[in-house]
């Protein structure tokens, strides 16, 4: 395994999926990290692998408790007032190292630990996640104590996900994120991973879409605080309902999002119910036609 992976990442999901097999995290508001034990140090990747060491050395000293040749998956957070803070690990990120230093002494960060990819000499992306989660437990659980490093909490009982979601948003948990004991550690989203973030229903304004117009692939919507965002990919029953629409509409131009997509422009009409997360995050699930 090499220096910067590819890592997994869940699917937006409406409802917590049930059943056998699956397990359930909780989901935390801070920045997506890779730890990385090496022979003679620690290295620390953000989700796009750029190098963040210099921004959460206070975590990479952490790490130096690990056996060389460790590789773990998690969250680095920062906990303000008791509640964890998006806000402070987005300052922490963006802060040169010798301002990253000084937030660090202020309010020293966590590292929530979900996975394990790599054991000294093993690449454990191919083993199951109950297996990957009993070894994640005991190389975390073997560091000295306290520690700066923690094993997120995870339950197989669908009801103590549920008390999870209910409770604990005012803590700055986002929500839950479901993953099926024998799946394997995949990059991208194909790990059948689900996240179920707190999310209310709103009405929407439909400006554009991508994709062909007799099959679209996803909605340019404008959510009530007046971001506009695309929404997730239509599931196929509501993507013919919308190409219906979109015939008797042609586009006329191409439109962009706050977050810089671009989209083909519609004549406006059209409304939509959507999960709207409630969080920083403009994520949007397209749940039916007004």
């Given at each position: ?8 990442l ?7 999926p ?26 620390l ?26 590789v ?15 806000e ?11 301002r990253?230093?000084k ?12 996975d394990?990819?790599?054991?000294p000499?093993r ?21 000295p ?12 009982d ?20 479901a ?20 999310a ?12 062909p ?23 196929a ?44 995050h ?9």
């Amino acid at each position: 395994m090499e220096f910067p992976v590819e890592v997994a990442l869940a699917a937006l999901s409406p409802t917590l999926p049930t059943g056998t097999g699956w397990w359930y995290e909780i989901k935390l508001d801070g920045h997506r990290t890779v730890m990385w034990r090496t022979g003679d140090g620690v290295r620390l990747q953000s989700r796009s692998g750029r190098d963040v060491t210099a921004n959460w050395m206070d975590l990479a000293l952490a790490g130096m408790g690990l056996p060389a040749g460790v590789v773990l998956d998690g969250e680095a957070v920062v906990v303000v007032d008791g509640r964890i803070s998006f806000e402070a690990a987005q300052s922490r990120a963006a802060s040169t190292p010798p301002r990253a230093r000084k937030l660090a002494e202020a309010r020293p960060g966590l590292f929530i630990v979900w996975d394990v990819l790599a054991l000294p000499g093993r690449d454990m992306r191919g083993r199951t996640y109950v297996e990957r989660r009993a070894a994640m437990l005991d190389v975390v659980g073997a560091l000295p104590s306290p520690s700066r490093i923690q094993a997120v909490s995870a339950s197989d009982d669908p009801d103590v996900a549920r008390a999870w979601y209910d409770s604990l948003q005012d803590t700055g948990i986002e929500g839950v994120v479901a993953k099926r004991a024998n799946s394997l550690y995949r990059t991208g989203r194909k790990s059948g991973w689900r996240k179920i973030r707190h999310a209310e229903t709103v009405d929407a304004e439909v400006l554009g879409y991508t994709g062909p117009v007799k099959r679209p692939r996803a909605l340019a919507v404008r959510l009530p605080d007046g971001r506009t965002a695309l929404s997730q990919t239509l599931a196929a029953p509501l993507a013919s309902q919308v190409a219906a629409h979109l015939s008797a509409s042609p586009g006329f131009g191409r439109g962009r999002t706050h977050a810089g997509e671009t989209y083909s422009l519609t004549v406006p009409g059209l409304v939509v119910e959507v999960l709207a997360g409630t969080t920083r995050h403009a994520v949007v699930t397209v749940t039916r036609l007004r």
